[in-house]
């Protein structure tokens, strides 16, 4: 079983050095976007391609985030921002370009050698979080039971291990004393919250968020945000499909608009929303539509 899903010690011998936590911690103000090539690369994505029946959703579309960086995808309903997020973890295969994880390239294409693809496809499922729009949780089990899955059956923890792990990442987003509950008797924000901590509990090296926020109540939007600026500022390397323009010209250390299965334009927030961005970028922020700020 694969799981979607950080580290609790440095020395946990399962999940070895804990990626999240990195020295240099830092708001977007804070980085340099031309330090990036002195970082990990953790995914790149090159020239990919993804077609529909006759509809071609991805266009050449190339994205690289290195350790550290936090992405942020914007662009109008289909533009392919998230189709973009789910070739990126393989739970859509793209039908042209290339994925490495961590350098290592990914394979598409399953003959001769399927269970070797398997288990690469495995591997990077299970170091690449997944954070998804209807939060994806299962609702036969408590939120601690929700927790303790992917640390158990995929990393090899014991129940005690995965259990103080499941309820050290509950504390962390604001959710101690949750642990019985079920996904039904919590809120939409409260529920996001779980499936965040349920992926920084598989030890990511980074965590994909497809567009979070956008199943919740206005009022909820808050809580959830929040934690994704924490870890943010803890280093947490974050590629983010987003309607919350406001979130992405403030934590964001790249900016990436996404136009008809294309990069239309990216940089750094700064830049973008100081008026260094190209027309299209400038109506589509100045839209209205996508809650800008």
């Known amino acids: 079983m694969v799981m979607d899903g950080c580290c609790l010690a440095a020395d946990d011998e399962t999940t070895g050095p804990d990626p999240v936590r990195i020295d240099r911690k830092a708001t977007a103000g804070d980085r ?4 990036a090539a002195d970082r990990e690369t953790i995914i790149e994505a090159d020239n990919l391609e993804k077609w529909f029946g006759a509809h071609k959703v991805l266009d050449g579309v190339s994205l690289e985030a290195n ?5 942020a995808i914007v662009g109008s309903s289909g533009s392919g921002k998230s189709t973009l997020l789910r070739c990126m973890n393989l739970l859509e295969t793209p039908d042209a370009g290339s994925l490495r994880f961590r350098g290592e390239q990914i394979a598409f294409d399953g003959a001769p050698h399927e269970r070797a693809r398997r288990k690469q496809v495995e591997r990077l499922r299970s170091q690449v979080g997944m ?5 994806n949780l299962w609702d036969h089990r408590t939120v601690l039971e929700n927790l303790m899955e992917g640390p158990r059956f995929v990393l090899g923890l014991s129940r005690r291990e995965a259990a103080d792990r499941a309820r050290a990442y509950l504390a962390k987003v604001g959710l101690s004393g949750k642990e019985n509950a079920y996904p039904a008797h919590l809120s939409g924000g409260q529920q996001q919250r779980v499936a965040i ?10 965590i994909l968020f497809d567009e979070p926020t956008s199943a919740l109540d206005p009022e ?11 870890l943010a500022a803890e280093g947490t390397t974050m590629v983010i499909v987003t309607h919350e323009m406001a979130f992405a ?3 964001a250390s790249r900016l990436v608009f996404l136009q008809g299965g294309r990069v239309a334009a ?3 927030p ?3 929303f100081g008026g260094g961005a190209p027309q299209r970028l400038r109506d589509f922020l100045s839209g209205g539509g996508e809650r800008a700020p």
């Open 266 to 268: 990216q940089g750094a």
């Open 67 to 71: 350790r550290g960086d936090v992405i």
């Open 220 to 230: 909820l939007v808050g809580e959830v945000l929040r934690v994704m600026r924490q």
């Open 197 to 206: 901590a349920r992926a920084l509990a598989m030890a990511p090296h980074a």
């Open 249 to 251: 010209r403030d934590v």
């Open 131 to 135: 954070v998804f729009q209807a939060f």
């Open 32 to 35: 340099d976007p031309g330090a």
């Open 270 to 272: 700064r830049d973008l």
